[in-house]
């Protein structure tokens, strides 16, 4: 039994590594173009460590004087909807899943099921709707577009929901015997216990408004109000189309974010995945 168990241990380890490995080598590859020079980008090959290392594609973007290439204005508009977005994901999925599993609602399992059934409406169906009802409000190319699509999601709702439905009974009624109104029960009790789920729902939500790409397309007109998914895709296909050191540069920078975040968040990612009761 030992040696089965280790053979699986082991067999785990590889496999972890091979995927480790796999997930890696573009991360690597990236970062590796991006201190090389064009015409040794453009050579191709699998030479890791750039033979003429270079800032030059870095120097480009910081010395700030590329209009076409605004690329802090680019992630100050990322960073600002994905951040704006996930806070209000975070506040309106933790009151509607604590409502939804601790309130006394009419119909709230009526309510709970269209919530979740929402998750199989493929998201394109609704991508012409939605812009249409901006068009409409004269919305298009604000921030109020590259944040409101976002306001909430269904996932959010049943990843919560699941959480607050086996919170201790108990504790709400000691906190209602000292007093305390249900908003008090809601902020004082039953959050704090939440925060590694809160924290998972935030990086979720974080990491898909900050990488989406096609909404941001087609709700924004000017430079000024891109995102740094949409900056890249334009420049690869136009000053950038043969400079793919600096292409891979302002891919570089664009990633910086997002792992700050998941590393700051790591240690609640993980106990918001394996979470399943009250310590």
């Known amino acids: ?114 919530i979740i059934s929402t998750l199989m409406v493929p998201w394109v169906i609704t991508f012409l709707p939605m812009y249409m009802q901006f068009s409409q409000f004269n919305m298009l190319n604000t921030y109020g577009a590259l944040i409101l699509p976002y306001s909430a999601n269904a996932f959010g709702v049943f990843l919560l929901y699941q959480f607050f439905s086996t919170f201790p009974k108990e504790l709400e009624e000691a906190a209602r015997i000292d007093g305390a109104n249900k908003w008090q ?21 974080f990491m898909t408004i900050y990488n989406d790409f096609l909404w941001p397309l087609v709700a924004t007109n000017t430079p000024e109000m891109r995102t740094i998914t949409t900056g890249i895709a334009i420049m690869s296909q136009g000053s950038f189309v043969s400079s793919y050191g600096k292409l891979m540069a302002l891919t570089t920078i664009a990633t910086v974010p997002i792992i700050i975040v998941f590393i700051i968040g790591q240690k609640h990612f993980i106990r918001g995945i394996t979470q399943s009761g009250i310590k």
């Open 185 to 205: 029960i809601f902020i004082r009790v039953v959050l704090p216990s939440a925060r590694p789920l809160m924290a998972t729902l935030a990086i979720f939500s």
């Open 1 to 114: 039994m030992k040696r089965v168990n280790l053979l699986r241990n082991i067999g785990l380890i590889i496999l972890a590594v091979f995927f480790a490995i796999f997930f890696a080598v573009p991360l690597i590859w990236m970062i590796s173009t991006a201190f090389k020079t064009d015409m040794e980008a453009m050579l191709g090959g699998v030479n890791i460590i750039p033979e003429t290392f270079t800032l030059e594609n870095f120097r480009y973007f910081f010395e700030g004087a590329n209009s076409d290439s605004p690329v802090f204005r680019w992630m100050f508009n990322s960073l600002f909807s994905a951040t704006m977005g996930t806070l209000i994901i975070v506040a309106i999925d933790a009151m509607a899943a604590y409502a939804l599993a601790r309130l006394n609602i009419p119909m709230k399992k009526a309510l709970f099921a269209i």
